[in-house]
């Protein structure tokens, strides 16, 4: 059974950078997008960006500036860096899966990881 | 960006009572496909989101009958026929039929 698992620093102060790895664990690398998401405590959905196993990337204009997002396909892995943070950047930072049948969607979620962003 | 947004926010039903969500989108899901890219997701409590619906209104494998949705190009609706104690939750819907993706702000389901 395919699993991620992630992990990353969960308390940053403002201005630094913000690190997250998530492993493909039992499952295929290639043939899928592996997305970041993040959930602000208490609020809804922001899709971050995606890479595939090619290392072709898509990013969300609202935080292209101050992302990047790696792959590293001998280990199955895929990375999430967001510079600058600052307390708007406080959240729960979900990698995703994107791909599936009967129709591409977010099918396999890692369990988040709190990010809090304080000085 | 597309804005997807979901009335009402909040929703309290009593259990065996039907429930439903709205969806609207500032442009048309409708892909050069012929097909239209609306999802819908539960988060439970605690828990990442699941996925319910695919394509305005196909049902992903497990999902009780009683999830419906409905709707085409900026309008869609997510019924629960018979809301039951684990329906509990926030639903979101999606889109993909452009980026970025963009999600709806949630509809948080309660039980009366």
């Known amino acids: 059974q395919v699993q991620l698992q992630q992990w990353g620093a969960g308390l940053l102060k403002p201005?630094?950078?913000?690190?997250?790895?998530?492993?493909?664990?039992?499952?295929?690398?290639?043939?899928?997008?592996?997305?970041?998401?993040?959930?602000?405590?208490?609020?809804?959905?922001e899709w971050i960006g995606e890479i595939n196993?090619?290392?072709?990337?898509?990013?969300?204009?609202?935080?292209?500036?101050?992302?990047?997002?790696?792959?590293?396909?001998?280990?199955?892995?895929?990375?999430?860096?967001?510079?600058?943070?600052?307390?708007?950047?406080?959240?729960?930072?979900?990698?995703?899966?994107y791909g599936g049948l009967p129709v591409w969607y977010f099918d396999l979620w890692g369990r988040g990881t709190l990010v809090t962003v304080s000085s | 960006d597309i804005v997807m947004t979901q009335t009402p926010l909040s929703l309290s039903v009593t259990p065996g009572q039907p429930a439903s969500i709205s969806c609207k989108?500032?442009?048309?899901?409708?892909?050069?496909?012929g097909e239209t890219y609306l999802f819908w997701y539960l988060q439970k409590p605690g828990q990442p989101p699941q996925p319910l619906i695919y394509k305005v209104s196909k049902q992903f494998s497990g999902v009780p009958d009683r999830f419906s949705g409905s709707g085409s190009g900026t309008d869609f609706t997510l019924k629960i026929s018979?809301?039951?104690?684990e329906d509990v939750g926030v639903y979101y819907c999606m889109q993909s039929v452009q980026l970025p993706y963009t999600f709806g702000q949630g509809t948080k389901l309660e039980i009366k």
């Open chain 1, 15 to 45: 201005s630094e950078t913000l690190s997250l790895t998530c492993a493909v664990y039992s499952g295929s690398f290639s043939g899928y997008y592996w997305s970041w998401i993040r959930q602000p405590p208490g609020k809804g959905l």
């Open chain 2, 82 to 85: 018979r809301v039951e104690a």
């Open chain 1, 53 to 97: 196993h090619s290392g072709s990337t898509n990013y969300n204009p609202s935080l292209k500036s101050r992302v990047t997002i790696s792959i590293d396909t001998s280990k199955n892995q895929f990375s999430l860096k967001l510079s600058s943070v600052s307390a708007a950047d406080t959240a729960v930072y979900y990698c995703v899966r």
């Open chain 2, 25 to 33: 989108s500032s442009q048309s899901l409708l892909q050069s496909d």
